[in-house]
């Protein structure tokens, strides 16, 4: 079964850090782009960052640059969300997603996992 | 970076009805559009690609159209499974951007 499977979300205080994971099974991980979408409450769906196949190749959003670093690890099927001096803005549900390229629609999603960023 | 503006943010409407939601780019994105379904508490469904093919296992009632700056969303028949919230998404730059949002609500 395909599957992507969020981990690592929770409340941390503005200035913190989290690290969110996603496991990817059911299919052949290296050859797809990844990408996290986070969704703050009652609002509608943002683009965070993505990477290519290989890792090689990675875009953020203006709104994290620099304070989010996505990466994988091919090996074991994993993408990471290293997230630095969050925001209270930075309170979401965090969706990792994949696509068979960069150029394509994110046709594989997980069930998200939520971080609140509050004191 | 491509703005994406989705009309209208709310439809009424019943089942059976025809609907359509537009989606506009502020710039061409050839045909590099996505239409997503999302249902409460749930992670959203891919529809729609390169503005007109369907996803696999989506029924035929749900079609796209449309390229360079705008593009609809059509069901035929709208069916109870179908009230949601519809996202389009543009993937002609690795600077993906979402449209707000339709919520098809149940008249």
């Known amino acids: 079964e395909v599957q992507l499977l969020e981990s690592g979300g929770g409340l941390v205080q503005p200035g913190g850090s989290l690290r969110l994971s996603c496991a990817a099974s059911?299919?052949?991980?290296?050859?797809?782009?990844m990408s996290w979408v986070r969704q703050a409450p009652g609002k509608g769906l943002g683009w965070v960052s993505s990477v290519s196949g290989s890792g090689g190749s990675t875009y953020y959003a203006d709104s994290v640059r620099g304070r989010f670093t996505i990466s994988r690890d091919n090996s074991k099927n994993t993408l990471l969300l290293q997230m630095n001096s969050l925001r209270a803005e930075d309170t979401a549900v965090y969706y990792c997603a994949a696509a068979a390229s960069l150029t394509d629609a994110f046709d594989i999603w997980g069930q998200g996992t939520m971080v609140t960023v509050s004191s | 970076d491509i703005q994406m503006t989705q009309s209208p943010s709310t439809l009424s409407a019943s089942v059976g009805d025809r609907v359509t939601i537009t989606c506009r780019a502020s710039q061409s994105i050839s045909r590099w559009l996505a239409w997503y379904q999302q249902k409460p508490g749930k992670a959203p469904k891919v529809l729609i690609y390169?503005?007109?093919t369907l996803e696999t296992g989506v029924p035929s009632r749900f079609s796209g159209s449309g390229s360079g700056t705008e593009f609809t969303l059509t069901i035929s028949s709208l069916q109870p499974d179908d009230f949601a919230t519809y996202y389009c998404?543009?993937?002609?730059?690795?600077?993906?951007?979402f449209g707000q949002g339709t919520k098809l609500e149940i008249k």
């Open positions: 059911g299919f052949t991980f290296s050859s797809y782009a």
């Open positions: 998404q543009q993937y002609n730059s690795y600077l993906y951007t």
């Open positions: 390169e503005a007109s």
